[in-house]
């Protein structure tokens, strides 16, 4: 197919269109679509998409079963093992053969190829972050071309390129046993996580993930283009910065403008393309009368964009480029300074100059062949970030930097993203080849990308700075400074001198977790890296009891913290057999990636928990399933609610938390694992407590080391608030509370967290008479001075649920109706039901609560269909769970 277009690709602000006309105009012929494949003895030999990879063209024709299906990760090892063919032949037409350059434009490639066109080799690939361009003008016919991409062995290649590395080793050699995977994948430019993690199967794929092209014109090439807002306070006025690499057959003359039309601001810059390539830069004044509407987090306010129009003319007037993209405008700083009684610093986001408060969740690949990750894809995860009221993802350094749709939704609904660089809990070589494909894989993509408004840091690598300091990889001594200069070398010379040159008004940190400041101090690795006053910090405990506040780090900021869970059993069948489908199995094993996870998750449940005791396997699997959904969205609940409320307070020079992202949002496989979301969508128990602990306004309770219960208000707004906190004791064996305390009204600044309520458990369960802390619990909300509550009502345990007195079944009834609204579920309860978990099984959609504490004898509950489904469906699904049903004879 032939397009009278220069390019048309999803770039920065959206949609990137340029258009050439009068003679000059570049023609685009795309290369997607139906190719050949075959493996290395041409034992077998099929049709296969492209984009797409060699997994999932073997499982569309047959000759595999679904790779993700039980056990088949490890049989079919052989598909990574093996080399891999792809061709196709195609015909180019007189009018593109006729222009003066003609390129053959790859824009993903996964990952070691070579690539021929009529039998002549026009280059190599060796990253899969690069687009890889090659002319080929002098190679093509009218019909018949025949275009060959032979990839090398993932697996094969790394293990070579680290046979080459003789001088010191370069760790680690290879995954834990435990996660089944391929070895030395700190050796190739692939996502990290292919070759197995923690949470994931080892997939090493091969294919063209990403589309394929000639791009033929006659005098110039726009290879880049990205615009970006800059804001002068002093002058509390707006421009923007348009920067574009374009890449000249010979000196050219144009007339370049640059136009906002919504914003009456438009500017006409005389321009000398010098011959070959070379970056050009623009600036339009904002007009000062205009009123520009900010982009703000989800939350926080629109997400406003604005049309930007680039056209270039010759001096006869001839169009030569049109541009047209989405523009925003937004401010980001990070804010690193002295604070006051502490000796460290601060670690906080302003946007717009106010500071925000980051609520999210970490982001891995969604799948491991990305030519499953479709739009409707990305948007349901995305949204239900949104829905759980995040206002940032990060997209963590050991999967892929994501497709641009991914960018252009986070833009439209207001995800703030870190965008870590793809280098991940590893060292890595710094020879000059490996450094310089790096630096090209960093260039293209910070072009590629930093024109979102979505994005407001860089990072280099997760993990790698605590990697060096603590010592994981348990390196002598003596060779700690060659790893130190190959550290610095990598991520500081290369890595951040490219970003600060092409994006300097954006953060970036070297790691995370890292001291920031105070590690560029110390040389970019600090002593400890953890240090809780400075930076963001990951913490991970699977042996303290997560509901203790005690055990979690007072941290600035905290980028990762979580814990595992299985996901539903509706999950899982589709990749199961049914004797898989109970606790001891040999596939719930094989499915867990993590040392010791099954075994944690369910030490870490008892804790607070009796353990299921079902005498049939699968009703034990099943209740298996549901309380380690209990328990880690409880344990991530306490932790969340703890980095909250200490966002206004410093103890001992520690705290002023300002951000919290756990660990993770979602799932590349159906397996146990950290995340709130499962494969394929469904949301796990924490996702729906997510949506809670994540409300602009929330109370938090905990007791101190005193026996005083206090409550704070939490708020996220802008605004103060006149609160009041409500108190309801019930007990466990009773739906009517026992008693009720109020507070007296109190102002909570915006942007705060403030106690609000304050007691001595004894004498407040004194006062209610019949209650003591096995007996008893505690209900509570905050109402404004009109009664009316505002944010999520919260509860707090006295005592574990497993040490309740008085706890018995609820006998919970669903009834199922449909109105003008949608489908909703009745629900009865004849005692209190803690952990009320509506189940749909496979029917997509989601409840607008679930997971919660059932005090009234009656509790309606709306299900957001994600198809046609009527009530008869939804009823005969449905499934109820409390958490008394585990304990029942």
Known sequence: MIRRVFISVLLSFGVLEVWRHGGVFA????????WNLWNSNKSLSLPARVPGCVHTALEQRGFIQDPYFRFNDLLYEWISLDNWTYATTFAVSKQLRSKREVLLVLDGVDTVASVWLNGVSVGRTDNMFRRYVFPVRELLKADGNALTVRFLSAVVYAAQRRNAHAAYPVPPECPPDVQKGQCHVNFIRKAQSSFSWDWGPSFPGAGLWKGVRLEA????????????PLYDAGGSSWSLQADALVDALQPAFAQIT???PELLSRATFPTNFLQGAAKYTFALNINASSDVKLWWPNGLGGQTSYRLLVTARSRDGKSLLDVKSKVYFRSVELVQEPVGGSAGLSFYFRINGK??????SNWIPAHSFQDRVTPHVLRNL???AVDANMNVLRVWGGGIYEQDAFYDMCDEMGLMVWQDFMFACATYPTEDDFVRSVREEVSQQVWRLKSHPSIILWSANNENEAALATDWFHIPHWRRPVYLKDYVTLYVDNIMALVKQEDPGRPFLVSSPTNGAESEREGYVAGDPYDPRYGDTHFYSYVDDCWDWRAFPRARFVSEYGFQSWPSLSTLWPVSAAADRRSSSRFASHRQRHPDGNQQMLKQAAVHFRLPDASDPLAGFAHTIYLTQVMQAQCVKAQTEFYRRSRSELAGGLGNTMGALYWQLNDIWQAPSWSSIEFGGKWKMLHYLAADFFADVLPVAFEDDDDTLLIYAVSDLSRDLKLRVVVSVHAWSELDPVCTLTSEPATVPGGSAVPLFKRRVTA???GCGRCDRLACLLAFRLEDGDGARRGPANHHFLCSPKDAVGLRPANITAKVREDERGLAVDLQTSAVAPFVWLDAGALPGRFDANGFLMLSRERTVAFHAGGNT??????????VTSLSDLYAP
């Open 258 to 260: 640059l136009d906002v």
């Open 217 to 228: 014109f006659d005098l110039l090439r726009l290879v880049h283009f990205a615009a970006l």
């Open 870 to 879: 009527s009530a008869a469906e939804l009823s005969r699904a449905l499934a």
């Open 382 to 384: 995305l949204q239900s």
């Open 764 to 766: 407040l369960l004194a």
């Open 27 to 34: 023609l685009v012929q795309s290369l997607d679509g139906e």
């Open 355 to 360: 500071p925000v408060f980051l609520k999210g």
